[in-house]
């Protein structure tokens, strides 16, 4: 498949906005191993090829597991993610899927039960800016498998 936009060419004050966001959302305090499932998450949903070759590889290059990414799909039925990330995974469904959900108040209340208002505005920021990366790249048809992920973090 041949990539019909390069938004960063041509279009580049709309891809630094884009890329606004990413830096507030990595400044925002919310989990970047969360961040990640969570646009890992919007992009299966979304069917997002460039997306999910770039989350996969920065969840992994973070320590995620496997096993997690691979279920991901299946996420309800998996015993692998916390309370906390089931109930942003949820938030990220409904939101992502919100011409269908309307985002019910059943998934709305177990969000708040585990973040805060701000944290819940963020996640919803970061499912927006997830849907809004996928549109792009799946309209501009953007190349999977070209994407490198930085390097691993060293903790001291």
């Known amino acids: 498949m041949e990539e019909r936009i390069h938004y ?3 279009a580049p004050l709309a891809y630094h ?3 606004g966001l990413e830096k507030y959302l990595n400044e925002c305090g919310l989990e970047e191993k969360l961040l990640h499932l969570m646009k890992l998450r919007a992009s299966q949903i979304n069917g997002c090829a460039y997306c999910l070759d770039m989350h996969w590889k920065d969840l992994k290059s973070i320590g995620e597991t496997e096993q997690r990414m691979y279920s991901l799909d299946a996420w309800e039925e998996s015993p692998y993610y916390t309370d906390r990330e ?3 995974l949820a938030w ?3 939101v992502t899927r919100v011409a269908d ?5 059943e998934v709305y209340e177990q969000a708040k039960k585990q973040f805060s208002e701000k944290e819940l505005a963020d996640l919803t920021v970061a499912v927006a800016t997830i849907n809004a990366w996928n549109r792009l790249a799946i309209a501009g048809r953007t190349t999977p498998g070209t994407y490198q992920a930085p ?5 001291a």
């Open 8 to 10: 960063a060419k041509v």
């Open 92 to 94: 990220t469904d409904v």
């Open 17 to 19: 906005a884009m890329l």
């Open 151 to 155: 390097a691993i973090k060293k903790t």
């Open 86 to 88: 089931r109930a942003a």
């Open 101 to 105: 959900t309307h985002v019910p108040d």
